[in-house]
Nanobody, 123 residues
């Protein structure tokens, strides 16, 4: 089992920045590819970004590429999502998750999820 707790969400004006954090406890954090997903009201959960176990490989949805940066600190059991130039369409609940197999872009590939943190960017 892996327990995940996100933090860092909030209300920010368009063009602003936020940094989300996700702290893991339980099984060895460094063995997992970690992902960030988001879900806006009335929409399905969508892939945002992922990072492999070492941090050497990162992946992004086209909608956030060039604006968001994922990173991890295995010594702190933490994965981060730096979000810059935020837009109203980024408004959603953001979840971090630990991948156990399958495509990194599919939520079904992730077995462990945090409770989510709300990000709101008013239009």
């Amino acid at each position: 089992q892996v327990q995940l707790v996100e933090s860092g969400g909030g209300l920010v004006q368009a063009g602003g920045s936020l940094r989300l954090s996700c702290v893991a406890s339980g099984r060895t954090f460094s063995g997992y590819t970690m992902g960030w997903f988001r879900q806006a009201p009335g929409k399905e959960r969508e892939f945002v970004s992922a990072i492999n176990w070492s941090g050497g490989s990162t992946y992004y949805a086209d909608s956030v590429k060039g604006r968001f940066t994922i990173s991890r600190d295995n010594a702190k059991n933490t994965v981060y999502l730096q979000m810059n130039n935020l837009k109203p369409e980024d408004t959603a609940v953001y979840y971090c998750a630990a991948r156990v197999g399958g495509s990194r872009a599919y939520s079904s590939s992730y077995a462990y999820w945090g409770q989510g943190t709300q990000v709101t960017v008013p239009s």
